[in-house]
């Protein structure tokens, strides 16, 4: 007679705050705690099965004694005003003993921590990131005594001028768009990824510009210019 064991398996990974947006993990950039992960796999029943679990403190999540010979499907929800900036997984195949991980210090604490002899998969995809949008906002006034300072005094607000942004995001993906001045002088980008970013101002026929026409910023995640 023969008798077959297979060891249990499990998923390890970690969310962090893509500050740049590139959809790469560096050094410096911070975990976030409490973001949703969620495993699906089709048990040994035929059964569908779904397990979602927070990130924690550290921004790490794991799923644990899996039951190998099967394919797991790991994703997240980005909480509210954060955008996805990796891939999902590829779905995961988990033999016996396989501990995936994101990367390999979650495989020196597995294996610290593990009761049987493992074998270690590293796969950085495990590893989510997020970013939060951001925005650049700006004013424009006629500049009375031509000093190229706005004075509330005497400088009046001008509305009906337009804006150009052109730019890339954190990723290459080409990004523009257009915003006017209202009655108050003030316009806006919103909900914009991180990247490098240029305003200029359409200077109206008949004006001459007394400050520069153009601002260029390379803006990070959750950043709010303002004039």
Not at 177 to 191: H, L, P, R
């Amino acid at each position: 007679l023969m008798f077959g064991n297979a060891g249990l398996g499990s998923i390890h990974g970690y969310k962090f705050e893509d500050l740049n947006g590139d959809g790469v993990w560096q050094t410096g950039e911070p975990t976030l705690e409490g973001v949703l992960i969620t495993l699906d796999w089709t048990d040994s029943f035929g059964q569908t099965s779904t397990a979602t679990i927070p990130t924690g403190a550290d921004g790490q999540y794991a799923f644990t004694d899996l039951e190998p010979g099967f394919t797991y499907i790991v994703t997240e929800t980005p909480p509210a005003g954060l955008k996805q900036t990796t891939p999902d997984p590829d779905p995961i195949f988990i033999g016996s003993r396989e501990e995936w991980v994101a990367t390999p210090q979650q495989g020196v604490w597995v294996q610290e921590h593990s009761s049987r002899p493992v074998r270690i998969v590293e796969y950085p995809d495990l590893a989510f990131g997020n970013a939060f949008l951001g925005s650049i906002h700006g004013f424009k006034f006629e500049d009375l005594n031509g000093d190229g300072v706005y004075d509330s005094a005497i400088d009046i607000p001008r509305g009906g001028v337009d804006f150009l942004l052109d730019g890339t995001d954190g990723q290459g993906n080409p990004v523009g768009g257009t915003a006017t001045t209202d009655g108050a002088g003030e316009f806006a980008f919103t909900g914009l990824m991180p990247g490098n970013y240029t305003v200029k101002e359409q200077v109206p026929a008949g004006w001459v510009p007394t400050t520069p026409i153009t601002f260029t910023t390379n803006l990070i995640s959750r950043q709010e210019f303002v004039a």
